[in-house]
């Protein structure tokens, strides 16, 4: 009869990130483990709190399947030798099967006939199995850290404490950690009340609801959830979910009961992502959204119980008045100097040992910046010059707040603050307050212009320096954030349609950054197209992401970074044009074409600059030809003015009747020199006008599109 | 409801009970417990210990002339260091908060991840910072390296904050009111002194004269250590790390220096604790414990 299985490690409280985690590997690997021993069972489950991680299996089976598989060996005429005795590799192969030599078959192959051990696993108890592979599955769980505590030197998350292990109503024994198996479960530590024993596995979450621990994180969620929203209404305001911490708080807990509580309104006055950042991060309290910013309330979690709820509610308060006092301090004294004086103070920070100081980089951001807005003056990009130069200047003065030394993630939003009670224009305390934007993949960007010019210049510079410096991010490791930097740089461009040369722009960085790290002409280029390539790279899983294919992003790689809105534009009309019947077959024959060229190339042979004559001309399908091509050019030249590459790719594909019948029709490599050369030059010239739009010789076939995209996945 | 002095006394008796040793605090200005030679040298090898002691700790930079309710430039803690570590460790640290009259049942104990690291140690463990009502009173430690090096086994250190733990059990939103006894009050014996200090730490502390004491200590640490003298040589590594402390109090390391600085602390603590290991364990810094 099928029993179920109940196992509990009872740990010293856990880090509320290692749960979720830990909880997923819980439940994979014990049920490979079971799969790997051949033991049956029904379903399985994984449940925990911060003290406790726990896997049910339904239906575990009374013994392991037996297994029996034929092992071929050596071939059959080895089995006995001249003197009629198994022979040495005979009798190898029988005991590294368990088996007597007498007990070996021979099979029958098309190469020969074989010995064949016919090998049969016993089926095992599952009592006696589990003592074995359970505390194997224990040890095998990972953590993002994890530490020694006792004599065996197991290392876990934290320390084990307690081992429930038990089938249907027996225990199974096992020792791990100087821990022994058994049957007792401890509650809720306090309230919870004596530890009690658990009869059979079936009545575990039971009887840990007796000792008032909601075992199910899903169940602790929802009844966290309808609790939390009572207490908001009771506090006046609405929950501020943002950041995890309804997550977190599942996590620490074994059964949450809040608390709702008050604080002096006068500390209302404190910019509200300050205010958010002492309730949250340093004392995992829910702030209340009123009308306006917060209202002076909050939801604390408490784990466990009902008795001393008002003694608890006066520590939280205690507590988060002193913090409250500390924060006011310290904005208070932020508050006594302008951010210009802040400014002149960032000549103490250190940016990077090479790179010199934040002052410097200050510094360079301006001119960068101011740079991009001369260049976006010449595109007729509208754009305030003496607000984005403003808010770069300014973007890292708040790196000496105290209030930012002491909540890190509030740079820019206490730069914002702070210029607003400077009394600067509302553009630039903007631009300040999102210099850091967008601060993930998918946030929010810099709304106006010249913040975005700003933000793009601080990041360009990080990039360009630590590239110059050498310390480019290897594998997962990217201690400056590089990579994000440069994917904040490119969805700026992208969204707010930038039509700024991004290569022209980290030349400019890296001629700023002379002062620093002045590098030889040749590593200056080297650096230049390490940047280009690093940057490149993240354009393209930025493009990948949006759903186009590698070759598509491919062909239109070549002056990509020149200007990121166009070449998003060009991505997206090779993208829709290829779906038109005759776009890949013309993309085959155009990498036909620039083969051609290629080898002639390589052979050293002439090809007259600026196209074919026509008077050398001879075939009518190459005359057809250079027809089309001037239509063409004409074509595109409009298109392309007009930013409509959709159309000028339609254009390009209603080239491919003329193509097909001047390969049908022609010899390029002719053997009359001159007309050679005039023919290769017609080649280049449509290689050249297709260029102006993609380089289609990036286009893979359909079958080989397919397969790449699928290794891509 | 305990003042104080009647806060020390109930650790002590009840780490007592558990069979620790109660020593003293070690004679030099120090930033944290860990840094009496009791923890540095009794965390390190393989001999059991188990000892207790309130230690006066120096944290400069966090003075501020008296006046702010929640901090101070010299504080107390109660540490508690056992190695190996009990496996009934946590509940005996809740049944300590009981003895101070802070019954689990009654409050929200959470146990924050925290773990610990000391840079000019080269020390690291794994802990959490344990908030009674929201209020942070205890930091809770399974020590794992030193210099870098593994220790094991594994030692425990318990380190109580007295004066959040006694705020806590007054009812005081500022230090100064502390009842240090039922009638001398924490401000009475400590306001004058939180005044002075801040005032030679953030204004008056000679910068130069401290560097060259730096200087002159990280020196003689090592001549100390080529000597084979652990123990004189660690004072001068508890020494260099409190001058340390002063000289950024003073606003007078730069960043680059800072690094530089705790390198060079941390590239003593390394010698003087390889010597240690190397000459082995002075009985002194052995104590057996008694029933732990």
Partial sequence: ?713 | MLNFQELILELQRFWSRQGCLLIQPYDMEKGAGTFNPATFFGALGPKPTAVAYVEPCRRPADGRYGNNPNRLGKYFQFQVLIKPAPADITGLYVRSLKALGLDHHKHDLRWIEDDWESPTLGASGVGWEVWLDGMEITQFTYFQQMGSLPLFPVSVEITYGLERIAMYLQKKDDVYQLAYNDSVSYGDLYKEQERQFSAYHFEVADAAMLARHFDEYESEGERLAGLKLTLPAYDCVVRVSHLFNVLEARGAISVTERAQYIGRVRGLAKKVMNLYLELGAPAVHQMEPQHV
């Fill in chain 1, 1 to 713: 009869m099928s029993k179920d299985l109940l196992l509990e490690i009872f740990v010293e409280p856990l880090p509320a990130r290692f749960l979720a985690p830990t909880l997923e590997q819980l439940l994979e690997k014990t049920q490979a483990a079971l799969r790997d021993s051949r033991l049956g069972f029904t379903s399985a489950a994984s449940f925990g709190t911060q003290r406790r991680l726990a896997v049910f299996v339904r239906g575990v089976e009374e013994k392991s399947s037996v297994l029996s598989r034929d092992v071929q060996g050596p071939p059959a005429r080895l089995l006995k030798g001249e003197d009629g005795a198994f022979t040495p590799q005979a009798e190898g192969f029988a005991r590294k099967h368990g088996l007597e030599p007498a007990a070996l078959e021979t099979v029958a192959t098309p190469k020969g006939e074989f010995l064949l051990a016919r090998v049969v696993a016993p089926g095992e108890s599952a009592l006696k199995l589990l003592a074995r592979i359970l505390p194997e599955t224990i040890k095998s769980l990972e953590f993002p850290k994890s530490l020694e505590w006792e004599a065996s030197r197991l290392r876990f998350g934290r320390p084990i404490r307690g081992l429930t292990a038990i089938l249907g109503r027996s225990v199974i024994p096992f020792e791990l950690a100087g821990v022994r198996s058994g049957r007792i479960l401890r509650g809720l530590a306090g309230p919870g009340g004596k530890p009690a024993s658990l009869p059979e596995s079936i009545e575990y979450r039971e009887t840990l609801r007796d000792l008032l621990v909601v075992v199910d994180p899903e169940e602790r969620r929802r009844t966290l959830l309808k609790r939390l929203e009572a207490a908001a209404v009771q506090g006046g305001g609405k929950l501020d979910f943002e950041g995890g911490l309804l997550e977190e708080t599942v996590a620490m807990t074994e059964h949450p009961v809040p608390v709702t509580g008050r604080f002096r309104e006068e500390y209302l006055r404190i910019p509200v992502p300050l205010l958010k950042m002492v309730l949250k991060k340093q004392l995992k309290f829910f702030p209340l959204l009123g009308g306006k910013g917060l209202v002076a309330a909050f939801v604390g979690v408490r784990d466990g119980g009902s008795e001393g709820q008002t003694q608890v509610r006066e520590g939280y308060e205690r507590v988060l008045t002193a913090r409250l006092s500390d924060a006011a301090f310290f904005l208070g004294r932020d508050e006594k100097t302008s951010l210009e004086f802040k400014l002149s103070m960032l000549a103490r920070v250190t940016y990077q040992g090479k790179l010199g100081s934040m002052a410097e980089k200050s510094q360079r951001v301006q001119a960068l910046a101011q740079w991009m807005c001369a260049q976006l003056r010449r595109r007729d990009f509208p754009l305030n010059e003496d607000a984005a130069a403003a808010i770069a200047r300014l973007g890292y003065a708040d790196l000496v707040c105290e209030t930012v030394k002491e909540f890190p993630e509030l740079q820019g939003a206490m730069g914002g603050y702070y210029a607003r009670h400077d009394g600067l224009d509302e553009r630039v305390a903007l631009g300040v307050e999102e210099f850091y934007y967008p601060v993930a993949a998918k946030s929010a960007l810099p709304v106006t212009a010249e913040g975005a010019v700003a933000s793009l210049a601080g990041k360009i510079d990080s990039l360009a320096g630590s590239l110059a410096v050498g310390v480019a991010p290897t594998g997962s490791a990217d201690p400056f954030a590089l990579r994000r930097q440069a994917t904040g740089a490119l969805r700026i461009l992208l969204e707010k349609q930038l039509p700024l040369d991004l290569e022209a722009a980290l030349v400019e960085a890296l001629r700023l950054l002379e002062g620093r790290v002045a590098l030889s002409a040749a590593d200056g280029q080297r650096v230049a197209g390490e940047l280009r390539d690093f940057i490149w790279a993240r354009a393209q899983s930025l493009f990948d992401e949006q759903g186009y294919l590698v070759d598509e992003i491919r062909s239109v790689r070549e002056g990509g970074l020149r200007d990121l809105p166009d070449t998003l534009r060009r991505l997206i009309a090779v993208h829709a044009v290829r779906r038109h019947a005759d776009f890949e077959p013309l993309a085959a024959v155009f990498k036909r074409a620039a083969n051609i060229l290629k080898q002639a190339a390589q052979k050293g042979e002439v090809v007259p600059e600026g196209g074919p004559e026509r008077a050398a001309l001879r075939e009518p399908a190459e005359l057809a030809l250079l027809e089309a091509l001037d239509l063409l050019s004409a074509q595109m030249t409009e298109h392309l003015a007009a930013g409509s590459y959709d159309a000028c790719l339609r254009a390009v594909v209603a080239l491919k009747p003329k193509l097909d019948e001047f390969f049908a029709q022609v010899m390029v490599m002719a053997e009359d020199r001159a007309l050679r050369a005039q023919r290769l030059a017609l080649l280049a010239r449509l290689v050249r006008l297709i260029k102006r739009a993609a380089d289609l010789s990036e286009i893979q076939g359909p079958e080989k599109a397919e397969a790449r995209l699928a290794a891509a996945r």
